[in-house]
């Protein structure tokens, strides 16, 4: 590279010299020069980095907020959890209603997401019971626990046609850790 003195002892690049072959006369790159940085490298936080995947409820989530609403129904209501690695792998066992391709599409979607390698087995053998219906017992549980509250009993025998049909927190509301509600 040629570089070219400028009054007061000031070098700069020579006309028609490249970004690229910016280097100080030591050989060295410049560091004032511009780096091309790799997104898929790249280890800043932007609103494009890749996910972390940790468990399966994980992946179901990470469906939902990719908008594959088919796929996370798929993993939600027609797959039975054998074994989960937050390394890579996961082992199905598929139930009624699943279609043969999903564990395909679980495995390409997964690497796609999160950059790195999935594998995707099936067993012959059940594992937990589907996350779907695991989120709806729950839900049914805690409609007939929050029922058999004192307050909520008296207003249900006060309004016979009345039912509880779903729990939510309020918000900003600190839990009450005592049970005296």
Known sequence: MQ???IGGGERRPAVGTSADMLTDTDGEEDPSAEEDIDPANSTSADADALPIVRTFADVVALAGTRREAK??????????????DAAGSIELHLLPGAPKELPNELREKL??????????????TPGAIPIGREQRERAAAEIRDIARHPAVA?????FPDSQVTSVRPLPDTPTDET???
Do not use: D
């Open 3 to 5: 570089l070219s003195e």
């Open 71 to 84: 796929l996370k129904v798929h993993i939600e209501e027609h797959v039975s959890l054998v074994r989960f």
């Open 111 to 124: 690497n796609a997401w999160t950059g790195k390698r999935w594998m995707v087995a099936l067993s012959k």
């Open 154 to 158: 008296a207003v249900l025998q006060q």
């Open 179 to 181: 049970g005296t509600g």
